[in-house]
């Protein structure tokens, strides 16, 4: 038997070429590194997490709510005591902002994650059973593709769903609507995958060991589409909060007293005449929330990406060794 | 060794040499192509590679020259550094001249002008390199059509029929119609040749132009490759790694390491009296198809070094044998080879033979590799000595097939015929054997493997399994024993291991799921990676950290945890380089000694089967045509296809490949769809096309048994006497029938009865 304790020089100094060689990269650096590459990426980055900073925190900068109105300043462009303004009712708009984007980065992520996480579920299952629950299920997933998501969300949030309005609130029944519409694509992707990966080596590998079926779903498919997970998280992300605000500014979202990004561009639009500030405001956080995921997503794509290309060019490093 | 004490200051004058001896003036007289002093740089995740260091070649014109290395020693990146295909990141210096105006540094557009017109380029690939949406026709005239805009539409369309009848198309003006996927893979490598040759291109530049193909398609293309360079009188670089391609083909050799060519020289002093250890290596290290006597193969120890660095001595040191301090002290350059087959002794017109070796002088012909490089001994398994006859079946297949049907019609499906992918398949596997099954892709090999692995009650034909028939496997405990038996290492050393596991999870997995406990896993992993010549201590690394080579021995590890008798090998090596391949040959040879395995292998790589194998059996649309001992079938095989499928194997031997000859296949493997009725290989039989037309009617409606060979073990040298004894051992099988040597054949007309020339197709039509 081997003894395993004895320590072989030409293992140790092998050890240690690698180590100084920078040989072997950790994966989790490659993607970190090559995301760092990506300058917009981090830029985006670096905003989101600001904007979400903001519409927890921000409120404490202010010593206005959403609730108090202002007698005094009825609809007033920005000034020293208000920092954005007031609306016509004379709510400080600035904690409007604060809300409405708290809101509307909630619905975005909790729509974002957890539509990922049925997506996955579901997809997975459809690949692991195939055959007849293969059909069906992808069956109900076509039938829910067809269906005209705006015209559920209208009954859902006015007319049909009283009952349930009473119970929740306007926000909470928005993410429950745009979560039932939001997962058919990536569970259709994440099936094609599965499915390819199910072909791959490793696992007829692990089926011809006689590893049960449902512990190769678990330890090998689920890790190995983490990375397309992530980037799908981050577009679903996009598409909630821009849902949201679509939604809110045909009056069929949010409703008041709830505030969120479309609420507020909605109640201006009519007044961008006499309220610009009203306007301009929302619109411009609402583009820098979904523009800096979007700057994100990029990066995230050329970090996870096994085939991305973004190993950066030997003429920038040699002209830099030159100088 | 004078040369040692002062070889820094000899360095430069001995490069000014080299350059000089090569070129007259700045480009070499007539040299159609060439290349000074070449570097690449690439950037990558852990710095800037160098990928390729001082490449200096010149070519003449109709002359080819084969650069040929490992995976990673800069030979594509050379090529594309010419054609001027690198990304624009990579950072290119030196000087590549074409007819003696500078290529490199010109724009994109510029460079436009040159490629595929003076300079051609044919790809690895060819599934690849065409456009699917394209018929052939187009996408040759568009070739034409970009060079020679003058040129009128009928013209063009001649032209282009005419080049494709120069690859061997046959009836080329209707397949001008026709769309890539209607065409073989070797039909498309003829219609990529044809497009580079379509502007009479000064280079033609392959880079591993036969890799993606099946052997007897490979004789086919070089051909055709050949018949190109002859007709338009270009000249080719012929990228490769495979020592046996290059060997009929080339005039002059460059050997590339670590992105420097480490020995250039004629054919034949590269062949017969390599100098650098490395050249050495890599001759040493492939198998040959015709040598019966067993070596075992030079393994290459480590792997290249990483390009981030300078190497500051000799870059082979590290994995050299031969190494001393010496070596370790400035890298050495390319000097010339002085004895008796030195410089001045090669072709005229090529280099002289060179070497960048410090030690050159003390290697000459008469240097042994397989002391050099410390080959293994060959392993003797203690099932050697007991016949076979007496040993235990591990695995029997008993009339196995595997029939598809195929479908057509969007709603109602009809069937349309069916496809005989495995049809009536029996052979056995004794104890301590490996038998391997050989055929081109889509013969039904992969199927095989698949029946065995996938065994179950249903299933048409018997699978039997250690005594345990797959008939009886309806309950979980004996389907469990059966796998136990039976373990699989995959082609691809990458895509079988997952790549989120450490090494540690990869070869646990099968020891947790046979029950064993936390410390009896940790023990049987270290036995394990001690086993498969790993260190132990890398276990918890992750696969993508090992080189190709490591990881199929990890793979290895793994199929061998739950100790089976059987172990399914499908294309172990043919993922891996020459160097590193020769490595994982000798451990498996060496574990089927130590561990008493059998092997069921499946290959295309004839010379690997030779190695490896006591039992073959070749494949030809889901039969078995021949099946016996490794050495019968080899030396004396008697199924025109096996024969065929011998004959087209390149040998790492210049003389022996310009002076063999080559029975070429004629067409591709026909569709199982419409599979002859009686003998399948009829379509492409060189025997059946010689025969007169009543022996045909034979091989046409009457399918061939499989029938031993019953002469007494008569290996008869030459042809002549081949079609002697099988005379005289067909008189004798009607005697009596008696089996003296393990092969069986399914041939009406095995080559015995005709002239045996009849059936070769020499190299001059």
């Not at chain 2, 699917?132 to 805009?149: F, K, M, N, R, S």
């Not at chain 2, 040598?291 to 290249?304: R, T």
């Not at chain 2, 059987?566 to 160097?579: F, I, R």
Request: glycine letters at 8%.
């Amino acid at each position: 038997m081997t003894n395993l304790n004895a320590i072989d020089p030409a293992a140790v100094a092998e050890e240690a070429r690698i180590e100084n060689d920078d040989v072997v990269i950790a994966k989790s650096a490659i993607i970190l590194r090559r995301f760092l590459r990506n300058k917009t990426a981090v830029a985006g980055l670096v905003i989101f997490l600001a904007l979400t900073v903001f519409s927890f925190v921000g409120g404490i900068l202010s010593p206005w709510d959403k609730e108090t109105i202002d007698p005094f300043n009825i609809g007033m462009p920005p000034s020293g005591e208000h920092l954005l303004g007031t609306s016509q009712a004379g709510i400080d708009l600035y904690a409007l902002m604060v809300e409405g984007t708290r809101i509307s980065i909630l619905i975005g992520l909790v729509v974002g994650l957890v539509s990922v996480l049925i997506a996955a579920v579901y997809g997975c299952t459809m690949a692991y059973f195939g055959g007849k629950v293969d059909k069906v299920m992808l069956f109900i997933l076509e039938a829910l593709i067809m269906m005209p998501a705006l015209l559920v969300v209208a009954v859902a949030t006015s007319g049909g769903g009283n009952g349930l309005r009473e119970n929740l609130p306007s926000w909470l029944l928005l993410i429950i609507v745009l979560l039932v519409f939001s997962w058919m694509g990536t569970a259709r992707l994440i099936r094609s995958l599965s499915m390819s990966l199910m072909q791959r080596d490793f696992v007829k590998a692990a089926q011809y060991m006689g590893i049960p079926a449902r512990r190769i779903v678990w330890r090998h498919l689920v890790p190995n589409i983490g990375s397309l997970l992530v980037l799908d998280v981050t577009r679903g992300v996009t598409g909630a909060i821009l849902a949201e605000v679509a939604f809110s500014f045909i009056g069929i979202g949010i409703k008041v007293p709830d505030v969120s990004l479309g609420v507020l561009i909605n109640q201006a639009t009519s007044q961008v005449q006499t309220f610009p500030w009203m306007f301009w405001v929302p619109l411009v956080v609402m583009f820098l929330l979904t523009g800096s995921l979007a700057m994100m997503n990029d990066g995230l794509r050329d970090a996870f990406d096994p085939s991305s290309s973004s190993v950066g060019s030997a003429k920038k490093t040699a002209g830099k060794r030159n100088k | 060794m004078s040369r040692e004490t002062t070889a820094g200051a000899e360095m430069t004058a001995e490069r000014l040499h080299v350059a000089g001896l090569h070129a007259a003036g700045d480009g070499a007289a007539g040299a159609v192509l060439s290349v000074r002093d070449l570097n690449v740089r690439f950037n990558s995740e852990n710095g800037v590679v160098h990928a390729v260091r001082g490449v200096d070649f010149d070519l003449l014109p109709g002359k080819t020259l084969g650069i040929v290395g490992e995976s990673g020693s800069g030979k594509s990146v050379t090529s594309l550094a010419i054609m001027g295909l690198l990304p624009t990141t990579a950072e290119i210096s030196g000087s590549v001249k074409l007819n003696g105006k500078e290529l490199l540094g010109l724009s994109d557009k510029a460079m436009c002008r040159y490629r595929g017109n003076d300079i051609a380029m044919v790809f690895q690939d060819p599934l690849s390199s065409l456009t699917p949406v394209y018929t052939v026709g187009h996408q040759i005239i568009e070739a034409l059509t970009v060079h020679h805009p003058k040129m009128s539409n009928q013209a063009k369309e001649a032209r282009a029929v005419e080049l494709l009848g120069m690859v061997g198309i046959p009836s080329p003006k209707d397949r001008l119609k026709a769309f890539p996927h209607e065409f073989s893979g070797g039909m498309r490598q003829r219609v990529m040749i044809a497009i580079a040759i379509a502007n009479n291109p000064r280079v033609l530049i392959a880079d591993e132009p036969t890799t993606a193909l099946d052997v007897t398609i490979q004789a086919q293309v070089l051909e055709v490759l050949h018949t190109a360079q002859e007709e338009t009188g270009a000249a080719v670089v012929m990228i490769t790694h495979d020592l046996g391609v290059v060997a009929g083909m080339a005039d002059d050799i460059m050997v590339m390491y670590a992105g420097k060519p480490v020995e250039t020289g004629s054919v034949d002093d590269i062949y017969y009296s390599p100098r650098m250890p490395y050249t050495m290596g890599l001759l040493g290290a492939v198998p040959r198809v015709d040598i019966a006597e067993k070596a075992s193969l030079v393994p290459i120890e480590g792997i290249p070094p990483n390009l981030i660095h300078e190497p500051t001595g000799c870059s082979f040191a590290p994995r050299c044998p031969l190494v001393s301090d010496a070596c370790l002290k400035g890298e050495p350059e390319l000097w010339p080879v002085s004895g008796p087959r030195g410089a001045g002794s090669g072709m005229a017109g090529s280099g002289a033979h060179k070497a960048a070796c410090i030690k050159t002088d003390s290697l000459g012909a008469e240097v042994d590799v397989h002391e050099i490089f410390h080959a293994p001994a060959v392993p003797v398994s203690r099932f050697d000595a007991v016949p076979r006859l007496e040993r235990r079946k591990v695995l029997e297949l008993r009339d196995v097939r595997k029939h598809f049907p195929l479908l057509k019609g969007s709603l109602i499906k009809r069937r349309i015929g069916t496809v005989k992918a495995v049809d009536g398949l029996s052979f056995d596997i004794r104890e301590g054997e490996c038998f391997s099954i050989v055929g081109e892709s889509g013969c039904g090999k992969t199927t095989t493997l698949l029946e065995i692995m996938e065994f179950h009650k249903d299933q048409d034909g018997e699978v039997t399994i250690g005594g345990l028939s797959n008939k009886a496997a309806s309950d979980a405990r004996t389907k469990t024993a059966m796998r136990k038996e039976l373990q699989m290492v995959f082609q691809d050393p990458t895509g079988a291991l997952d790549p989120r596991f450490t090494v540690f999870e990869v070869l646990s997995e099968p020891l947790e799921n046979a029950g064993l406990d936390k410390p009896a896993i940790r023990k049987r992993i270290m036995e394990l990676m001690e086993l498969v010549g790993l260190q132990p201590d890398h276990v918890n690394r992750f696969p993508n950290q090992f080189s190709g080579g490591q990881r199929q021995r990890i793979g290895i590890a793994r199929a061998l945890a739950v100790n089976p008798k059987l172990v399914v090998l499908d294309e172990p090596v043919s993922a891996l380089d020459v160097s590193v391949q020769a490595g994982v040959i000798n451990l498996l040879d060496k574990l089927r000694a130590e561990l008493g395995l059998s092997y069921l292998m499946v290959a295309h790589d004839l010379s690997v089967v030779r190695h490896i194998s006591n039992r073959v059996a070749v494949m030809y649309l889901g039969k078995i045509v021949e099946i016996g001992d490794v050495d019968n079938v080899f030396d004396n095989p008697r199924h025109p296809y096996t024969r065929a499928l011998l004959s087209a194997i390149p040998v790492p031997d210049p003389q022996l490949e310009r002076t063999r000859e080559r029975i070429i296949l004629q067409g591709d493997l026909p569709s199982p769809l419409d599979a002859p009725k009686g003998c399948n290989f009829a379509t492409r039989c060189p025997v059946f096309a010689a025969l007169p037309a009543a022996k045909q009617e034979k091989c046409l409606t009457l399918e061939p048994p499989l029938e031993p060979v019953s002469s007494p073990q008569a290996a008869p040298a030459t042809a002549a006497t081949a079609a002697a004894a099988t005379a005289a051992a067909a008189v004798r099988a009607a005697r009596a029938a008696v089996q003296t040597a393990d092969q069986q054949f399914a041939c009406f007309f095995p080559d015995g009865e005709l002239d045996a020339d009849m059936l070769v197709v020499h190299d001059s039509p």
